[in-house]
């Protein structure tokens, strides 16, 4: 089946450094990628849609010279937080559709990788 | 806009019992919808889908009903096992393809 991976899986980082996430698909192209915020005991926050060969589409509220996304190829979306914080401390969590010929398709997730930042 | 609403958790239940967690949405246009499932520690996984209304989406003994008149998209299993704890998320999509908006999830712990 499908697989999206994650890499880190888990960071740990000073404050103030810049952390690069990198999200692939690993057996299927993917021109669009998104990319999740989740609180402890929370649901998952849309923070953007990464659009393989054009600028990443932020939803409203979230900084995106924080958050910077790149779209390199049809199987990698990286998002980069840049000057970390405490705060910024999460886990962040991507995901790809795959488009399977049907009406639907069906979101694919990565495991999410665990930003801790000191 | 587009939103789903999730019935709030824990839930806790004894190995064996009947499971409900409701699930409501307001979509803007003819979404489908989801049920995913996170176990401890795991990334997010489908559990079940259903993508036009009075479908019934079901996986592993859990079975989700598509009620457009209600708006909802409740989650059910007849008989819980401990390995069904987990955090459930409700979840829309209105275009193929497009980012999902997600319930706010409903932690399940099956005791023995």
């Known amino acids: 089946g499908a697989v999206v991976s994650q890499h880190p899986s888990w960071v740990i980082c000073k404050s103030g450094t810049s952390v690069k996430i990198e999200c692939r698909s690993l057996d299927f192209q993917a021109t669009t990628m998104f990319w999740y915020r989740q609180f402890p005991k929370q649901s998952l926050m849309l923070m953007a849609t990464s659009n393989e060969g054009s600028k990443a589409t932020y939803e409203q509220g979230v900084e995106k010279d924080k958050f910077l996304i790149n779209h390199a190829s049809l199987t990698l979306s990286t998002l980069t937080v840049t000057s970390a914080h405490p705060e910024d401390s999460s886990f962040y969590i991507c995901?790809?559709?795959?488009?399977?010929?049907?009406?639907?398709?069906?979101?694919?997730f990565g495991p999410g990788t665990r930003l801790t930042v000191l | 806009g587009d939103s789903v609403t999730q019935m709030e958790g824990p839930v806790t239940l004894s190995e064996e019992a009947f499971l409900t967690i409701n699930c409501t949405y307001t979509?803007?246009?003819?979404?489908?919808l989801f049920w995913y499932v996170q176990y401890p520690g795991e990334g997010l996984q489908l559990l079940l889908k259903?993508?036009?209304?009075?479908d019934k989406g079901s996986n592993k003994g859990f079975e989700a009903t598509y009620r457009k008149e209600t708006t909802s998209f409740h989650l059910e299993k007849g008989s819980v096992q401990v390995s069904d704890s987990a955090v459930y998320f409700c979840?829309?999509?209105?275009?193929?393809?497009?980012?999902?908006?997600f319930g706010t999830g409903t932690s399940l712990t099956v005791i023995p």
């Open positions: 979509a803007t246009g003819y979404p489908s």
């Open positions: 979840a829309l999509s209105v275009f193929t393809g497009n980012q999902f908006y």
């Open positions: 259903a993508t036009k209304a009075d």
């Open positions: 995901s790809a559709p795959r488009e399977q010929g049907l009406s639907t398709d069906t979101q694919y």
